[in-house]
């Protein structure tokens, strides 16, 4: 119910007065009644009459009693008539009860306002004279009246304010409910995006798959003096960081499992540590690498200790899920590691880390340094590690321990675990007598225990694989199997695997299908059903649970998945596949990759292949260069290669030929083009399709696009070649691939840029102290070794992004060059060689060279890849040194084979079985046997030579020339496959990729060029033959604009310009001329050869040779004068310009466009031009909108733009 009540009264006489109905006539006028008692109260009180002054202010007092009270009323009413509608509201059903009693007593309070509203209308119609009777007599109380209500009003206030702070709690208490939900499914987000395997299970699988851990096996290690020291959690100097390590067997994973029990196990109190654990699996690339582990601790820390969410809530609303994903990711969640461990509400805390060595080798660094940092970040917490001995980590420790006590290092195999042993021996006969109760004695369990007691070395693995094949067999063969079984663990597994293999020729395909479940768990990278081994394998009536059991000291079943039983197994496995198979390892990988392709595609048939296959060339026939815009524009376009790469994989047996044609043409129009379509996606309609080769298929596809504002272009390219890309802006002093081949690394004055070979773009780079001479991968890819011109050798951690040591040889440096095994460094300075052992960074051995060596004497360092041998080259001496002593083993020197001395530099290269080295020299190349350093072949190139390398099968041998490019030899006969590319000023320097066919090859100042040598030789000529032999030097138009002559070498041609066609040839001799210059009417050219002191003067119209001066008629070319850009010409013979019409100076030509930074520029970027197409330096001439340039493969282009 609600109560409202308007009324319009407002205190005071005057407005009761005014709002007072009409007086009757009769009825003396009220005004002057008021005035009579108010002057007769006057005169009474100042006559000092006691009785009327009492009578009167009694009077009065009512009276003002009574306006007050209107005036208290009815600001009350209309306060209660607003407040009632908010106070009453219906909309709390739990509070109804508390309304109900809140409305009685308002309408009480209302009642008594009322009666008093109604009570003083009455009065108002009273006469004046009543009234004042009544008022002296008090009848009307308003006083009381007044009190009354004010009585109701008190407790009503109170409740009122009782009411509305319940109120207010409800609402705070609801709000707080809501956060807490919206909290709670956050939280349940976070952890359910985090989760990647809950340690507590994954513990459980271990126990379960290997023997349950047993209590008295491992209670010594809880005695030991480091274990007691590291758990002393109230002295400041005890350890915080416990490597247990040891050789594979030793029981470290069980030992780690009972640490764990023993911590949790301890009584709880608030000084108890929380205890995070995780264990490392090489097996699954889930739980194999740093961010596995920060993953799960964490998600482990959040599940018992919720509230530490707050430190990861925040990053995880800027990014979602992708925090946890990614290269990024272990930065990112280590640091959130971090601060959640520092928060005061947590206290101490025991991180467990069991099998360190099955991380990833670039991940394990990373999290040394991760463990080193908790150190001095999170004083309360703690660190086990487990692993294999390591001697990264033991360098990284034993180094941390030098600095501070706080790390200890305890070695499994520096201890006897006789006793744990001999317990665990106990227990497996105690299960081996369980198993053939029928047929062992006690005599010959006594001799069992015996036996395996003298036999067992210090691995508790060798008793378990002993016991499981004793479990298997009757015992009375067991004597003979611990007679033959060796002690050693990788000659025991021998023993086991020749088990396997039963005489009888029924049982051999038993023996081929047990190796070939083996040889497939050694190369797959996580654990495989039952049903995958059946379809990989392959197996034969789906037995692969047969199969496995069969190889049971290899291999365990838990549920439905197969594990190798240990990781010393796995290991085996994986080193004597070629006893599983006798295919190769990559053989059985591709039959893995097609079998598991068959199966995902089986339900496909080909004519639905047929169907996809011409939707998707369909769909490139209209689009592809619209798809190529659209993958530009977020700045995707490298995934564009993968893509391509992919449907090639899924259609390589397509019937169907021209979607597999499209594609690979599609594949190299992208790598030419990828710079320009990432940086400028609209030139992929202007730029790509203008430069595409003629008759390639995307041109063809295409050409309604090609651009009209570029009215002429001719393309030098007929169809793709080896060529597969130029790298724009990528000069390069130094370079170098990394041993997987996927990026290379090159360096330019102080700068080293990494660079992704597929795609061409930057990976990293960084600033170094001074010019680098040398960069080169360390062969676990890990490091970036660079070396500087003053001798400072810096190493780049690749994967932390920083320097990680610095060392330097006292004078300059040249090379640098690692063994195979990455033990051994060879740094080339100054004609000195040293050699670095990489793992303790010490000098091995050091040869001082001879003092009247050239500067630059060791030119060339090669290890061959048995890490055995080290070539070092110089000016013609080859020398051959044993790596590991520093002895001399074989010297050529070339220079007295061919009677050439001087300081040419010789290059060596090993080939990739060790078996060859090449060698080149002044102008011929050599190729050695290693075995017995005859010379197997040689070639007089009658040229001079530069860097050869040995491609990474072996098969071909590159060498660069300083005037036919690059050629390529067989490496077994010598002869010569062919020629790529073009020299430029100097021989190129080349390598190949280690791992693909990617030649490599750069020349100082110039661009790196990748070459595909899958298309070699095949695709070798695919440029329209050059009209140049050489490098396109200058390139000048006449006045007229009607001729354009190009000069390269010792030859000019003058082209007519309307047709791109060549006019006339004009040769120098042999001589290389140093400029021309046409006449101001065009009719002549001027060349001048500076060697020779030559200058000849052509007819342009008959191209004949008009005038030839010599130096005797030539001034000296100090008195040649020029004024800004232009060049002038000076002779003796003043009379010869005149008449042949020659200008002092440069002739200027109009010009509405510009070449700049690549570009062809008219107000805006019109047209890019790519680095195969760009002039050499500033080899080009622009008359109006005509632009020619000469390239470094000697072709001229003709670029005409549209106004």
Known sequence: ??????????????????????????????????????????????????????????????????????????????????????????????????????????????????????????????????????????????????????????????KITQYRIELLVNTTNQFMSIGKDEAKLKYHDIMSSLFLIDPRCQMQDIENRKDKVIRDVYKWFLGCKEYQDFTNWESSSASTFLWINGQAGTGKTMLLIGIIHELMDQNPSPEAPEVLYFFYNGKDDNLNHASALIRSVMWFLLQQRPMLVRHLSEKYDNTKEKIFEGRFAFNNLSSVFKSMIQDPDLGRVVLIVDGLNECKDDDREQLIKFFQELRSTAPLMKCILSSRPLGEIEISIESAMKKTGFYTIFKLDDCSLKDPINIYISQKQLELEEIHEEYLDVEAAGNLITQLRGRASNTFIWVSLICQELSRTHPSYWSDILEYAPEQLTELYDFLLQRLEDPRPQMKTRFSNCKAVLALISITCRPLSLDEINLLAPL????????????????????????????????????????????????????????????????LSEQSKAKESKAIYAFFEEHFLHWV???????????????????????????????????????RFLFKNLMIAGSAPLQVYDSALTFAPLYCNVRKMFEHELPRHISRLIVFESHWGVLRRTLDHCYALA?????????????????????????????????????????????????????????????????????????????????????????LMAVASDGDLHIFDTIHRTPRWHIKGDDTAPKYAISMLDFCPNAELLVSSCSGPVKVWNSKTGELIHGIDLSHIIDQSGDEPTFVAFSPDG????????????????????????????????????????????????????????????????????????????????????????????????????????????????????????????????????????MILVWDVSTGTIQHTFHTLRDMAEFMEFSYDGKWLVSYTDDRGDLKIWNTETGELERQLDKSNMCDRNSERSSGDERLLMSNSEDIFEEFGFQLGTLRTPTEIEFKDGWIVAHEKILWIPPDYRPFEQSYAIYNRLFVGGTGSGHVIFIEIEA
């Open 1 to 158: 119910m609600v109560y409202k009540m308007h009324i319009n009264l407002s205190p005071g006489v005057e407005e009761v007065a005014v709002t007072s109905p009409a007086q009757d006539p009769d009825i003396p006028n009220p005004k002057l009644i008021h005035n009579a008692i108010w002057v007769k109260a006057y005169n009474n009180l100042k006559n000092d009459d006691e009785t009327s002054e009492y009578i009167l202010l009694d009077s009065v007092h009512s009276m003002k009693t009574f306006y007050i009270g209107m005036k208290e009323v009815t600001t009350r009413i209309n306060w209660y008539s607003e407040m009632t509608d908010q106070l009453l509201q219906q909309n709390e059903r739990p509070w109804q009860q508390v309304r109900n009693m809140l409305e009685n007593d308002l309408c009480e309070i209302y009642q008594a306002l009322l009666f008093y509203q109604i009570k003083s209308v009455c009065f108002y119609y009273k006469r004046q004279f009543e009234v004042y009777i009544r008022a002296m007599l008090k009848v009307d109380d308003w006083h009381g009246d007044l009190k009354s209500i004010a009585d109701l009003e008190q407790p009503f206030q109170a």
């Open 540 to 603: 034969p009536k789906q037995n692969s649970l047969a199969v496995v059991r069969e190889c049971r000291s290899f291999l365990a079943v838990q549920g439905d998945i197969v594990y190798p039983i240990h990781q010393s197994a796995q290991d085996y496995m994986s080193d004597k596949f070629e006893k599983l198979r006798d295919v190769s390892r990559q053989k059985v990988h591709l039959d893995v990759y097609r079998l598991s392709l068959g199966e995902q595609s089986g339900t």
């Open 629 to 667: 815009e659209a993958m530009s524009l977020p700045g995707t376009i490298s995934h564009t290669v993968s893509l391509i790469s992919l449907l090639q994989t899924i259609f390589e047996t397509n019937p169907d030929l021209k979607l597999s044609d499209f594609l690979s043409d599609g594949k």
């Open 735 to 823: 370079m170098s691939f990394s041993p997987d081949g996927h990026s290379f690394v090159k360096s330019w004055e102080e700068r080293v840029s990494v660079w992704d070979t597929e795609t061409g773009y930057l990976r990293t780079s960084f600033e170094l102290s001074g010019p680098i001479a040398c960069v080169v991968f360390s062969p676990d890819q890990k490091l970036l070794i660079s070396g500087l011109q003053d001798g400072s050798i810096v190493a780049w951690d690749m994967t932390l992004g920083e320097k990680r040591w610095e060392t330097s040889v006292s004078e300059p440096l040249y090379f640098i060059a690692f063994s195979s095994d990455g033990v």
């Open 915 to 1050: 078996k060859l080295l090449a060698a080149s020299f002044s102008t011929a190349i050599y190729v050695f046997e290693v075995a017995t350093w005859r010379k197997q072949w040689e070639v007089e190139t009658k040229q001079r030579v530069g860097a050869v390398s040995f491609s990474s099968d072996g098969h071909q041998i590159a060498l660069s020339t300083y005037a036919n490019g690059i050629q390529i030899f067989n490496s077994e006969t010598g002869n010569c496959l062919g020629e790529i590319g073009r020299a430029g000023n100097g021989g190129f320097n080349l390598l190949f990729s280690p791992a693909h066919p990617i030649l490599a090859s750069y020349v100082y100042n110039c661009m790196i060029k990748l070459w595909d040598m899958k298309l070699f030789p095949e695709s070798a000529n695919a440029l329209i033959p050059a009209p140049h032999a050489g490098i396109v030097v200058e390139v000048r138009f006449s006045p007229t604009g009607q001729q354009v002559a190009s000069r390269a070498g010792g």
